[in-house]
């Protein structure tokens, strides 16, 4: 787990409905539940089933008395990948960060995608693995995996404890969705290509 008196700021882009704002805001939750201090925050705007929206993370081992959106992210996180044709969701985003997209594609046929971007970038098929293990496309709970395992501001075993408990509390009445959120989580973290 990285230590830093620095933020780690993350960047999420996707659609309404696919669960970006939700999957920001657990790992606010998840960063909080391992003593971080932390933001998470959507950025409002035509808010529709569809339309692309943008959320943002700040995780610190310090109070971060900065309440802005984000302009320079060290970590991107793309949930859709036709989003790459339709945002520069590259913009900003530090040399030395990573992107990660959800995509069945391997890293390095996303990279020409992404206007010349030099970091590092990290794919992962949520789409197939949201519907393997939930029997649905829900793609915010991969990407979420995804994110800690690839910026490392959870340690992973206590992300998925905190993660296991998070579901148990919301989900106490249907068993079959904490298993199948339990096995997208630890899937992704063992699938997410870095490239």
Not at 98 to 110: G, L
Not at 123 to 142: C, Q, V, W, Y
Not at 156 to 181: C, W, Y
């Amino acid at each position: 787990m990285k230590k830093t008196n620095k933020p780690v700021e993350i960047r999420w882009h996707g659609r309404g409905g696919q669960g970006a704002k939700t999957a920001c805001l657990l790992l606010a939750d998840a960063a909080f539940s391992s003593g971080k201090y932390v933001q998470g925050f959507p950025e409002y705007g035509p808010e529709r089933m569809g339309a692309p929206i943008t959320a943002y993370n700040r995780i610190s081992d310090e109070r971060c008395t900065v309440h802005s959106n984000i302009y320079e992210p060290d970590y991107v996180v793309v949930v859709d990948e036709t989003l790459l044709d339709a945002v520069d969701v590259t913009r900003g985003l530090r040399a030395d960060g990573a992107i990660i997209v959800n995509t069945a594609k391997s890293p390095d046929e996303v990279r020409p995608l992404l206007g010349g971007f030099s970091g590092k970038v990290c794919t992962i098929d949520a789409r197939a693995i949201s519907e393997k293990t939930l029997g649905k496309n829900f793609p915010n709970t991969p990407m979420l995996a995804a994110a800690v395992k690839v910026s490392g501001v959870v340690e992973p075993h206590k992300f998925v404890a905190d993660m296991e408990a998070s579901f148990r509390h919301k989900f106490s009445h249907k068993p079959q969705v904490i298993t199948g959120n339990m096995a997208a989580l630890t899937q992704s973290m063992q699938e997410v290509q870095v490239g």
